[in-house]
């Protein structure tokens, strides 16, 4: 299994950024689908998830009404769109994949994460 997220990159805060993570060697709509985050000297951080058929999402209050998650399963893939970015995005940013029904916002329920993406909000 693996999953290629791509998209990091620098930003003005106010801007926008969106990030992709390809998934390969699974069966993609079986798997809840995360993105989290970890800041230097934080912990791993929930950000947003989606349900296996994009029914349902699940946001941290940090990033309710400026992320969007998406997902085509057809192309394996899910989406994060960051608008309205603050310095305090500022982070790596996994993706990860959970054999769940429900979303779920626990980093130990995800089985499968891909390498990280940076992000870098400017002030």
């Known amino acids: 299994v693996q999953l290629q997220a791509s998209g990091g990159g620098a930003a003005q805060a106010g801007g926008s950024l969106r990030l992709s993570c390809v998934a390969s060697?699974?069966?993609?709509?079986?798997?809840?689908m995360g993105w989290f985050r970890q800041a230097p000297g934080k912990d791993r951080e929930f950000v947003v998830g989606?349900?296996?058929?994009?029914?349902?999402?699940l946001h941290a209050d940090s990033v309710q009404d400026r992320f969007t998650i998406s997902r085509d399963n057809g192309e394996n893939t899910v989406y994060l769109q960051m608008n309205s970015l603050k310095p305090e995005d500022t982070a790596v940013y996994y993706c990860?994949?959970?054999?769940?029904?429900?979303?779920?916002?626990?980093?130990?329920?995800?089985?499968?994460w891909g390498q990280g993406t940076q992000v870098t909000v400017s002030s």
């Open positions: 990860a994949a959970a054999r769940q029904v429900e979303v779920s916002r626990f980093w130990r329920e995800y089985v499968f």
């Open positions: 060697g699974l069966t993609f709509n079986s798997y809840v």
């Open positions: 989606i349900s296996r058929y994009g029914g349902s999402t």
